[in-house]
């Protein structure tokens, strides 16, 4: 016989807390720490109190729930875990924020903050309170991309503490380490002063109540996801590539890191930038440079939603360079191709709060 730890559970099910009447397992009692090995089975079970006056009692019929609906060959081991004993939760920041989209890529040059600005910008024209963090410490790019460079955040005291006040363009509130370090010098930090870095632009700032704060996360996996991860209720992630296959192949692990179990962020969708080249002068022809549909396919593979398949366009570069996104030009084949990319995005958000409510 073949034990796994779904039957360990439904014969959990059969036991209730005389407290209340429901099943240990609802009631969240069973602890993730089910241990198999052969016929061995070593699991906790988690009391408020020390003083418990069910815990023997209900640690016995755990015991014997096994050796009736799974075998009596089971050597079953239940431990007890008092939930004062337990760590707390380190408290989240952010609390006034509802939706934190994390806009990542598995390595550099796909278009990632192009990708994060737009959003940030499609988000506002939708009518929604929004801040753009631009996590990329050690390339940051949103300063120039929304023709801020220059401009210097000022603190702000309140009740005895400072806080960095954003920097406000086009209704969106934007912080960035590019705001207090020379763009001419590298950023010659180690990972542990970039993540204190960002933790102090995240909790230290006057973001106030938002709808949706957008991050633009550096390419690849590094110590600033996992300070984020770690401090921050992330709603989901958008994944950004190119069609191209080594890109597709580094996308793939930072979709992995996301969804990995002890992380478990939702992946919002994909978003396939450069995904063909269109003469600006033949607007109907369409040339495949990278390849042709490769995070189509690996959205599939995925099961995750395609959200949008930018044009490689001159005007979406420029637009970049000069400080002026393409969604400041709605109508354009690009803006169009972003605002539906953000229209696709709130729908995912969207489903994500409904299901969590059922």
């Known amino acids: 016989m073949t034990l796994y730890p779904n039957l360990i559970k439904e014969a959990l099910m059969t036991v209730r807390y005389p407290g209340d009447g429901n099943n240990i397992v609802d009631n969240g009692m069973l602890e993730d720490d089910i241990h198999i090995d052969g016929m061995n089975v070593e699991f906790s079970l988690i009391f408020k109190k020390q003083k418990d006056p069910f815990q023997k009692s209900l640690m016995k019929a755990a015991e014997a729930a096994i050796h009736t609906y799974v075998s009596k060959d089971v050597n079953v081991n239940v431990k007890a875990k008092i939930l004062a004993e337990m760590p707390p939760e380190p408290e989240k920041l952010l609390p006034q924020v509802k939706h934190i989209v994390a806009v990542s890529s598995g390595k550099g040059g796909v278009g990632k903050s192009t990708v994060a600005v737009n959003l940030a910008l499609g988000l506002n024209k939708m009518g929604y309170r929004v801040g753009l963090l631009d996590a990329d410490i050690f390339g940051p790019s949103v300063p120039k991309m929304m023709q801020i460079e220059d401009a210097r955040p000022y603190a702000e005291n309140i009740d005895g503490k400072d806080y960095i006040v954003p920097i406000e363009k086009h209704g969106i509130k934007i ?161 169009m191709a972003f605002m539906q990319m953000t229209a696709k995005l709130v729908t995912q958000v969207d489903k994500l709060s409904v299901d969590k409510n059922v």
């Open 175 to 335: 912080l960035s380490i590019g705001f207090f370090v020379d763009p001419d010098t590298p950023t010659l930090w180690r990972g542990g002063m970039a993540s204190n870095a960002l933790k102090q632009l995240v909790s230290d700032a006057l973001w106030g109540e938002l709808d949706y704060l957008v991050i633009d996360t550096p390419p690849g996996t590094s110590d600033i996801h996992l300070t984020l991860i770690q401090n921050i209720d992330i709603t989901g992630a958008l994944i950004v590539s190119t069609p191209q296959q080594v890109a597709l192949a580094d996308a793939r692990k930072g979709i992995n890191m996301y969804m990995n179990d002890k992380v478990n962020i939702p992946i919002l969708g994909l978003v396939e930038n450069m995904a063909w080249f269109t003469p600006a002068q033949h607007p109907e022809e369409r040339y495949f440079i990278f390849g042709d549909g490769g995070c189509a396919k690996l959205a599939q593979q995925l099961n995750v939603p395609l959200l949008a398949q930018i044009p490689l366009i001159k005007d979406v570069c420029d637009s970049g360079d000069n400080g002026q996104p393409a969604l400041l030009n709605p109508a354009s084949i690009e803006g």
